[in-house]
C-alpha cells in the first residue's frame, strides 16, 4: 500500500497560480495512477485530474482543462498539481488519490470516479479570492 502528503495549498488572488504536491510512501508509486480531486464546503467531492504511471497520458475535467497541469516525478515519489488563471469556483480542499493499476482509462470510460481510488491523502486547502 502507499501512504499520501499533500501539501502546497493556501490563500491567493484571482488570476494567481498555485502549485500543489502530493508525495508517497511505502510501495512502488510508479505501478499507481495518480489523480486530484476536490471538496468544497457543501458539496461532493469533484474530479480535477489525473496521470497515468508514466505520467505520458493524463485527463481533465472541463472545468479546470487549459489552466490545470497534473504531472509526476516517479524519482521523486512526487505528484503535482499545478494551477494557473485561479478563479472563486476553484476553493476546495484538494486531495491526492492512488488507485492500484496505472492507466487511467478502462476502454469505456476514465478512472474519474472517487470510488476508482483506494489511497488518499489527507488534503490541502485551497482559497481563492477576488
Known amino acids: 500500500q502507499v501512504q499520501l502528503v499533500d501539501s502546497g495549498g493556501g490563500v491567493v488572488q484571482a488570476g494567481d497560480s498555485l502549485r500543489l504536491s502530493c508525495v508517497a510512501s511505502?510501495?512502488?508509486?510508479?505501478?499507481?495512477?495518480m489523480a486530484w480531486f476536490r471538496q468544497a464546503p457543501g458539496k461532493e467531492r469533484e474530479f480535477v485530474a489525473l496521470?497515468?504511471?508514466?505520467?505520458?497520458?493524463?485527463y481533465y475535467a472541463d472545468s479546470v482543462k487549459g489552466r490545470f497541469s497534473i504531472s509526476r516525478d516517479n524519482a521523486k515519489n512526487a505528484l503535482y498539481l499545478q494551477m494557473n488563471s485561479l478563479k472563486d469556483e476553484d476553493t476546495a480542499a484538494y486531495s491526492c488519490?492512488?488507485?492500484?493499476?496505472?492507466?487511467?482509462?478502462?476502454?469505456?470510460?476514465?478512472?474519474?470516479?472517487?470510488?476508482?481510488?483506494?489511497?488518499w491523502g489527507q488534503g490541502t486547502q485551497v482559497t481563492v479570492s477576488s
Open positions: 496521470i497515468d504511471w508514466s505520467g505520458g497520458g493524463s
Open positions: 488519490a492512488a488507485r492500484t493499476g496505472g492507466t487511467i482509462y478502462s476502454g469505456i470510460r476514465y478512472y474519474n470516479r472517487d470510488s476508482d481510488y483506494v489511497y
Open positions: 511505502g510501495d512502488a508509486f510508479n505501478s499507481y495512477a
